[in-house]
């Protein structure tokens, strides 16, 4: 894309020249891809792709099962390296990172907030979203109070002695989406966030992710629903581990 063509869509996604090394752009993917190797087989997830998401971005990416969202999103979340090009998360080149430093930026930087809740079933929802600030070091004290305030944010402050098995699917989706940003994260990644909710619960969870991008959080949403999508601020399409715009 022309600097001409960057001034004209300034809130254009994809990879422009300067992206790279600019304040806005929190995540980067310059000729990213991920191949797989069954045997003698390779299997190309992601063809190599460009991506920049700036900070404030909310983006949504569909695509056909087997096209290659979840590498996408699995490569952008650090939970898999790309096989080629370079990543950069935050100002952190990802390559450059050893497996302890990555998940610190991980632990750091990024909520995540999937279609399966990926709740403890034995601990209640303040223990659930505490977590990720345990492995963080956080003090007792403090995470029991962001934890607190986290599940206020999301309507559950009345709830947070009860296990997964007491709420509904709505609810321990909500408790989900309070442990991804009781972190406080710059870039909040959902994969599918409503797939497994009944309208109404699916409604409330995107509202409640609409009011974290509207606060500055970067959010990009895997979905196969296009009403889901058209909550976005743009659309982008995969097929066959390639990107495009909608």
Do not use: W
Request: proline fraction near 4%.
């Amino acid at each position: 894309m022309t600097a001409d063509a960057n001034k004209a869509h300034p809130h254009d996604p994809f990879l422009v020249e300067g992206c790279a090394d600019g304040a806005e752009a929190l995540a980067v993917l310059d000729g990213v891809a991920r191949t797989y190797r069954s045997g003698a087989v390779e299997v190309e997830a992601l063809k190599p792709l460009d991506l920049c998401v700036r900070r404030g971005d909310f983006l949504a990416v569909m695509g056909p099962s087997g096209s290659g969202k979840s590498t996408l999103l699995h490569v952008l979340g650090c939970l898999d390296r790309p096989t080629a090009g370079r990543y950069l998360l935050d100002g952190h080149d990802v390559a450059r990172l050893s497996d302890r430093e990555l998940a610190a930026v991980r632990n750091a930087v990024i909520g995540f907030v999937f279609q399966r809740f990926h709740l403890l079933a034995d601990e209640s929802a303040r223990r659930n979203v505490e977590l990720p600030l345990l492995y963080a070091g956080v003090a007792r004290g403090e995470r029991r109070q962001r934890a607190s305030e986290a599940l206020d944010s999301v309507g559950l402050s009345a709830r947070m002695t009860h296990r997964p098995n007491q709420r509904s699917g709505g609810e321990q989706q909500r408790v989900a989406l309070a442990r991804a940003l009781v972190k406080r994260p710059r870039l909040l990644l959902a994969d599918e966030p409503t797939g497994n909710l009944d309208s109404k619960a699916g409604e409330r969870v995107l509202q409640l992710i609409e009011d974290q991008s509207r606060a500055g959080t970067t959010v990009l949403m895997i979905t196969h629903d296009p009403e889901v999508a058209a909550r976005a601020e743009q659309t982008l399409l995969m097929r066959d581990g390639g990107l495009s715009r909608a």
